[in-house]
């Protein structure tokens, strides 16, 4: 009898253990999330001022995939590309040829590309997902066709940020974010060069995500 007893309680153990187990990978699969989103935003950018150069980007509009996976609270990551234009006028006081204190400046009409691979902290609370977002990537920097005395830039880039997903529908929802980017301002013109100083890029968005 006392056997019995046991043998009962082995199993109703061993299978107490197997439905916790169960329920631990579900949640571990229920925290995991993956979604791919596009995004439009605006730039705004810092003039810089360096070597004699005043450098004034102008502000635009721009695009940005990015492919985006939640493994838990605390880990997360994204790989992001995005595309915007991105003006610049360079002008100095130096005479260049011209009467002493005398402007003179060139514009340089130019397309940005940026690909980042970012750390994402995400947290769900009230049907809601804030999330912070932290990482780095390349700047690439191109000069339109026909310009004379341009060159391309290429400079490394770090992106910090932070945003809200709603999502409306069970796949599908709303991202609202902020990124900022940090790097050196881009020297795109054989004739000046750039004001070799580091420049900020604000980038407010709204944009969708699918959730696969």
């Not at 509009?61 to 994204?78: C, D, T």
């Not at 341009?150 to 069970?170: A, E, H, I, Q, R």
């Not at 990124?179 to 900020?200: I, Q």
């Amino acid at each position: 009898m006392r056997m019995g007893w046991m043998r009962v309680a082995t199993l109703a153990a061993v299978g107490a253990t197997c439905a916790l187990a169960r329920a631990q990978v579900a949640e571990v699969g229920a925290l995991q999330k993956t979604d791919v989103a596009l995004s439009i935003y605006g730039t705004y950018t810092e003039k810089t001022i360096g070597d004699g150069i005043i450098q004034s980007p102008s502000n635009a509009a721009g695009g940005i995939v990015e492919v985006r996976h939640i493994s838990n609270p605390l880990v997360g990551y994204e790989g992001t590309y995005s595309f915007n234009r991105s003006n610049q006028v360079y002008s100095s006081t130096t005479s260049c040829g011209l009467p002493c204190g005398q402007v003179s400046a060139q514009s340089v009409s130019a397309d940005a590309h940026e690909v980042t691979g970012d750390w994402v902290a995400s947290l769900k609370i009230l049907g809601v997902r804030p999330f912070a977002l932290a990482g780095g990537g390349i700047l690439f920097n191109q000069p339109a066709g026909g310009q004379a005395n341009t060159t391309s830039s290429n400079k490394g880039v770090f992106v910090y940020g932070g945003g809200l997903d709603w999502g409306f529908l069970p796949h599908i929802g709303l991202r609202l974010q902020y990124r900022g980017n940090l790097y050196k301002a881009p020297d795109l013109t054989k004739v000046f060069g750039s004001s070799g100083a580091f420049t900020h890029t604000a980038e407010p968005m709204v944009g969708v995500y699918l959730r696969l």
